[in-house]
């Protein structure tokens, strides 16, 4: 069992459709991070998260400590938003990133 | 905008040869990072630096080596590609706390 597990692996969705992306893990953690990546390969921060909620635009990221599980929301998606999603924690013992496989959304017009 | 910079972006080499790939970046940080990327599947951490003259094996096994002679220069070496070794490789560099990371564009090497 990978040490983080996402949630679903894939995604369509019409524009305009709220998105949750999830993302559970089984090790302890210092931070969690959310990324981006677009076909091409490069990988965008979108947030660190340590504790409770952050919001930038139309993302919005939760994480719940004690259940070791956090989501990624987006309000009314844009094909643009059509990318890979990946969730990535801090390794409280190792402090090195164990990443998750991602989740592929594409979103149609 | 993350300033930290990949070179090649794309190369197609043959069995034996060496290569270089170059990361850069200009933030000034200390911690640096190689991950390899298949297709689909997960990063994983091949190499990682947390300054100049330390450089340490990631947590995938990977024939490839690294060196940190300056800051904000972190090449990765292949002495001798061979197809196994056809993936992407993105550099990242992070802030000391590692709360903020920056990836480059990444690399996609292929070896026939």
Same mark, same amino acid.
């Given at each position: 069992?990978?040490e983080? #597990? ?7 969705a019409?524009e305009? #459709?709220?998105i949750t &992306? ?5 090790v302890? &953690?210092?931070?969690? /991070?959310w990324?981006q990546? /677009?076909? *091409?390969?490069? &990988?965008?921060s979108?947030?660190?998260?340590s ?5 930038h *635009? ?10 070791k /599980?956090s989501?990624? /929301?987006i309000t ?9 999603? &990946? ?7 190792t402090?090195?990133?164990i990443f998750g496989?991602?989740t ?6 | ?7 090649p972006?794309y190369l ?7 290569i270089?790939?170059?990361?850069s ?5 200390d ?14 951490l091949i190499?990682?630096?947390y ?5 340490e ?12 002679i300056?800051t904000e220069?972190?090449?990765l ?6 197809p196994?070794h ?5 550099c ?5 706390s590692g709360?903020?990371?920056y990836?480059g ?7 026939v």
């Amino acid at each position: 069992k990978n040490e983080v #597990e996402q949630s679903p692996q894939n995604l369509t969705a019409q524009e305009g #459709e709220f998105i949750t &992306i999830n993302c559970s893990y089984s090790v302890g &953690i210092s931070a969690l /991070h959310w990324l981006q990546q /677009h076909p *091409g390969g490069g &990988i965008v921060s979108l947030f660190m998260l340590s504790s409770g909620k952050k919001k930038h *635009g139309r993302l919005i990221a939760t994480i719940n400590i004690q259940e070791k /599980h956090s989501s990624l /929301h987006i309000t009314a998606s844009h094909p643009r938003d059509s990318a890979v999603y &990946i969730c990535a924690v801090r390794s409280y013992n190792t402090d090195k990133l164990i990443f998750g496989t991602g989740t592929r959304l594409q979103v149609f017009p | 905008e993350a300033d930290i910079y990949q070179t090649p972006r794309y190369l197609v080499i043959g069995t034996g040869k060496k290569i270089t790939l170059e990361c850069s970046q200009t933030m000034g940080h200390d911690k640096m990072y190689w991950y390899q990327q298949d297709p689909g599947m997960e990063l994983h951490l091949i190499h990682y630096s947390y300054g100049v003259n330390s450089t340490e094996k990631g947590d995938l096994s990977s024939e490839s080596t690294v060196s940190r002679i300056r800051t904000e220069h972190f090449p990765l070496t292949l002495e001798s590609a061979r197809p196994s070794h056809t993936s992407q490789y993105l550099c990242a560099s992070s802030t000391f706390s590692g709360n903020t990371i920056y990836f480059g564009e990444g690399s996609w090497l292929t070896v026939v």
